[in-house]
């Protein structure tokens, strides 16, 4: 695979231009999908809170099943194959919806189910994703590479939740959901396009025998656990994800339900907070050089709490509680790809080719295992507590991480290469694992 000079921009090299392109559209079908498939389950399907709950918990549920095995052979294998694979299979998956929807046969189950296949593709394709990058760009370019990549997702979310309330206003949430089919076989034609890659090497020393998949498994999880700041921020990770997954798992029907909001106005609050999420992209480069790697990265997780403590106050569907709510869902997001472009861009740095897959995949593991168990936490919740009392304590957690990563040794990093010794470092000695 070739790599792109610093001295030419990255959209004039052609494989970085067709994975940003095909990305980009697949990335504002999935933005569609964030909307139309838990709007079926409410509007079309009936769905309770802990049906709500069960729904958002399978799409993040394959990570913890199944991250850290994706993770070794993604170590072992080329990653195009896999990403073109994955993205064929998400696709069929996604069809059925709306097909079932014509023939009258659709229900919680095939939700239920469909969503679980694409979960467990997305473990699949979202690993190899990140490891293909470095090998395509070149790993001096990763922060641009990711900047890039993450202003096309937040562009996604500010364009793709407002056309989803408005196509589901005029047509109805299992049809839209074609759209998002037609994005992955969109993006799998354009993967087919790209540069092959090579399988990792797996170390200096090739003639050893191929370790066993549990001690690939603890290699790269010992890569997390020794690392400072790797180690701490995976741990603000798994917070993040927990209490954010708890609110997402009820904030559809908080909106619907408890506020009385309808799929146009929930659009347009997705919209306004994916508006957030892009401003952060935006500025993850500049906040960081501004302030520090390790102090944006405290401050950005601050964000999603008062966020979300504004929207648990908030009652009523008046234009002022739309613009209430919206204004908090801006300011809960914006901190949100700030983290994910730093630690990602940091991760694929500090780790060699040949472990990187299993680093990305014991991060992935332990975030969306934290997903999976919020979004069932918020089905609970919802259901025994009510909804809003579930948004305030999802909140209320959302505000753990930045003072975990203030307590750590984080706070005190001001560049992204501080801590890439380890890359040179010998690999851990695993016997005491």
Not at 49 to 72: D, N, T, Y
Not at 287 to 304: A, D, E, K, M, Y
Not at 359 to 365: G, L, Q
Not at 388 to 414: D, E, H, N, Y
Request: hydrophobic share 55%.
């Amino acid at each position: 695979m070739k790599t792109s000079t610093k001295s030419v921009s990255l959209f004039r090299d052609r494989s970085f231009a067709l994975l940003w392109t095909s990305q980009s559209i697949s990335l504002l079908g999935t933005q569609i999908t964030f909307v139309a498939l838990p709007l079926t389950a409410v509007l079309v399907l009936d769905a309770t809170p802990m049906e709500s709950g069960i729904l958002a918990a399978l799409e993040q549920l394959p990570f913890l099943l199944f991250g850290l095995f994706v993770g070794v052979m993604l170590d072992r294998r080329s990653r195009r194959p896999i990403l073109i694979a994955a993205n064929a299979v998400r696709s069929v998956a996604l069809a059925w919806i709306p097909i079932a929807y014509w023939l009258d046969i659709l229900t919680i189950g095939q939700v239920f189910a469909v969503a679980f296949v694409i979960g467990t593709m997305s473990v699949f394709f979202d690993l190899a994703y990140q490891s293909y990058v470095p090998g395509l760009v070149g790993r001096e370019r990763l922060m641009e590479a990711n900047g890039k990549l993450q202003v096309s997702e937040s562009v996604a979310e500010v364009a793709g939740p407002g056309t989803a309330g408005a196509l589901i206003s005029v047509l109805s949430a299992p049809v839209v959901l074609i759209a998002d089919a037609m994005s992955y076989v969109f993006s799998t034609v354009a993967l087919m396009w790209m540069p092959a890659d090579e399988p990792p090497a797996r170390s200096v020393e090739s003639d050893k025998p191929t370790p066993s998949v549990w001690t690939s498994i603890r290699e790269g999880v010992s890569v997390i656990s020794r690392h400072p700041v790797l180690r701490w921020c995976t741990v603000a990770a798994v917070a993040t994800a927990l209490f954010y997954s708890t609110v997402m798992a009820v904030f559809f029907l908080f909106l619907i339900r408890e506020s009385g909001i309808g799929p146009t106005g929930v659009g347009l609050i997705i919209a306004v907070g994916s508006a957030g999420a892009l401003c952060g992209a935006l500025l993850v480069d500049r906040l960081s050089r501004w302030l520090g790697v390790g102090l944006t990265l405290v401050l950005s997780l601050v964000l999603p709490g008062v966020g979300y403590l504004v929207l648990s106050n908030v009652h009523g569907n008046s234009a002022a509680a739309v613009a209430t709510v919206a204004a908090a869902n801006f300011v809960a997001l914006f901190g949100i790809p700030v983290f994910d472009v730093t630690v990602i861009s940091f991760r694929q740095v500090m780790a060699p080719d040949h472990l990187l897959g299993r680093v990305n995949a014991t991060v992935r593991t332990f975030a969306w295992g934290a997903l999976s168990l919020g979004a069932l936490l918020g089905g609970v919740l919802g259901t025994t507590l009510g909804l809003r009392q579930t948004v305030l304590v999802g909140a209320m957690g959302l505000l753990l991480p930045s003072l975990i990563l203030f307590l750590s040794p984080v706070r005190k990093v001001r560049q992204l290469d501080q801590y890439t010794a380890a890359v040179s470092a010998p690999e851990p000695d695993l016997s005491s694992l």
